[in-house]
């Protein structure tokens, strides 16, 4: 649920910034595809109580720390990279900005190839879970 | 609203889609995680985009989508499989491939 909202959040804030087809590809793609096949994985399973959580192990603490500091440094660096730039001073509402059709005729003309490989990726997705996850039977050895 | 508001909120959401997966014990709330980290790295790439006046970051941000749902659909399949070995959803008690 809290995913759902925070997904909802971040649509709003691709318009926020004015990138349109993003926050359609999100609310579409992310929310009313991703979320709703997790909803169906939950239903298919069943579980009635998600309260498996016990307290996790001391080992699993110590990497989440890790992770948080190494995107603690990660930050910093980008921070000491960008911290000079001119345009980042600039109010985000004052760029000009990119259109759906800019977008579109990008996608479209120069990055023809991408598309094209992400279609047959799909495909490829779409095979491998259907085959994943079917019921096995006696006779397919 | 300047670019860092946006960089630091990506940041912030992929340090807790990262501690996350490392902390949680339930393999839903790890696909979630992921998710998670993936819509950072989405609000990163979208708010980039803009600063630099270009349209490959948003470009690049259908990519990353497309290959968050197959990712998705894949891992949930996984996941159903292996409720139908095991019958729980807790990672700690899985421990085949341990040494």
């Given at each position: 649920m809290s995913l759902l909202a925070a997904m909802f959040v971040l649509a709003g804030l691709y318009l926020l910034m004015q990138a349109y087809l993003v926050a359609l590809f999100?609310?579409?793609?992310?929310?009313?595809?991703?979320?709703?096949?997790?909803?169906?994985?939950?239903?298919?399973?069943?579980?009635?109580?998600?309260?498996?959580?016990?307290?996790?192990?001391?080992?699993?603490?110590?990497?989440?720390?890790?992770?948080?500091?190494?995107?603690?440094?990660?930050?910093?660096?980008?921070?000491?990279?960008?911290?000079?730039?001119?345009?980042?001073?600039?109010?985000?509402?004052l760029q000009p900005e990119t259109g759906i059709k800019e977008v579109a005729i990008d996608l479209f003309t120069r990055h023809l190839l991408i598309f094209e490989l992400t279609s047959v990726l799909l495909f490829v997705a779409a095979v491998g879970a259907i085959y994943m996850s079917r019921k096995k039977r006696e006779d397919v050895s | 609203m300047t670019l860092y508001h946006f960089i630091g909120l990506g940041i912030m959401l992929f340090a807790v889609g990262a501690a996350g997966f490392f902390i949680r014990n339930n393999t839903i709330v790890l696909l979630i995680c992921v998710e998670i980290m993936l819509n950072a790295v989405n609000l990163i790439f979208a708010s980039f985009a803009r600063y630099l006046h270009g349209t490959e970051g948003q470009i690049f941000i259908f990519m990353v989508m497309t290959v968050a749902a197959a990712e998705a659909a894949i891992g949930l399949a996984i996941i159903i499989t292996l409720y139908r070995q095991v019958k729980t959803l807790d990672m700690s008690k899985i421990t085949l491939l341990k040494g």
């Open positions: 999100q609310i579409i793609i992310y929310i009313g595809a991703i979320l709703v096949l997790f909803i169906f994985v939950c239903m298919l399973l069943n579980v009635k109580k998600m309260s498996l959580n016990p307290m996790p192990t001391r080992i699993n603490l110590v990497i989440g720390i890790i992770a948080l500091l190494i995107t603690a440094a990660m930050s910093w660096l980008s921070w000491q990279i960008f911290r000079g730039s001119n345009f980042m001073r600039q109010e985000i509402s | -």
